[in-house]
């Protein structure tokens, strides 16, 4: 990777652990969002503390979004957008959490693709809607995103 400037590895695992933050409060989001969906009483205590929630986590996540910016001017324009680095331990975190990513995002849409218009599964989504059913998929995929991206970061410091 072709950058301006020498990177410590200490601020490109700073931004990848921020994209991990990131990755897991839009996925508490995009579940809550879900998950108010199939609440029928909006009046209830647990639809208005799931909708605080949501609130918070969708705040979160633009303050991160925010404070991550900082980063674009140490990181290059491709590492930035790609998440490529230059320090070989986190350039793999990065690409072992996409990877993760993409097998979910995969197989989950695979499943929708070839079962989505079957009865059985039909009857078993009932109650949520295509909608829910992708909502939930981006959900657990952004989860896995940033669980990964932080466990492998914390592996690393306990082995230091």
Known sequence: MATSIL???ETEQ??????GKVSLALAF???VK????????????????????SLAS???CVVLGIKSMKFAQNISRLGFWTLTFDDE??????????RITCHILIFGTMILAFWGDSKWFADLMAPFGVTHALQVLL???????GTSILWKL?????DE
């Open 7 to 9: 990177v410590p590895p």
């Open 14 to 19: 700073e931004y990848l652990t921020i994209t």
């Open 29 to 31: 989001f995009v579940l």
């Open 34 to 53: 879900a998950a108010l969906a199939t609440i029928n009483n909006t009046d209830s205590v647990i639809y208005w503390l799931l909708g605080l929630a």
């Open 58 to 60: 969708a705040v979160y």
């Open 89 to 98: 331990y986190v350039d793999y975190v990065s690409s072992f959490s996409l």
């Open 139 to 145: 959900g657990v995929a952004a989860a896995a995103h």
């Open 154 to 158: 914390r592996e690393e410091e306990l």
